[in-house]
């Protein structure tokens, strides 16, 4: 499945997430959007600074964050970047880094959608 073709939210797998209680779903999807601008700026300075080991952690507590709240885009991109720093194998940093921000910014200014 290509990454245009997940979802940036995907409403129905956030309820199942928060156990099946939508109120739990949008408290958990609004911390989750109130956290991102943070994320955002810690991996744009780590990068920018080249602190990989900081870069790298912070991607990874961005993929454990997406676990909780429905947004299987950001979690493919964040999940697969992580792995790839983990590994060494990442061969384009720039490139999925940019994937990783824009991905980032559409949750960040998308409306929740329910039901």
């Not at 454990?64 to 947004?71: D, I, L, N």
Request: charged share 25%.
């Amino acid at each position: 499945m290509s990454l245009d073709s997940l979802p940036l939210v995907d409403w129905n797998q956030a309820v199942s997430l928060a156990g099946g209680n939508p109120q739990l779903a949008e408290e958990l999807f609004a911390m989750f959007r109130r956290d991102l601008p943070s994320f955002r700026e810690t991996i744009l300075s780590a990068h920018a600074e080249g602190r990989i080991d900081e870069l790298r952690d912070s991607v990874h507590k961005l993929h454990g964050a997406t676990a909780y709240c429905g947004v299987p885009r950001l979690r493919r991109i964040a999940g697969s970047l992580d792995l790839e720093l983990k590994q060494g194998t990442l061969t384009d940093l720039d490139a999925r880094l940019r994937e990783l921000l824009a991905a980032i910014d559409a949750l960040s200014t998308i409306t929740l959608p329910r039901g």
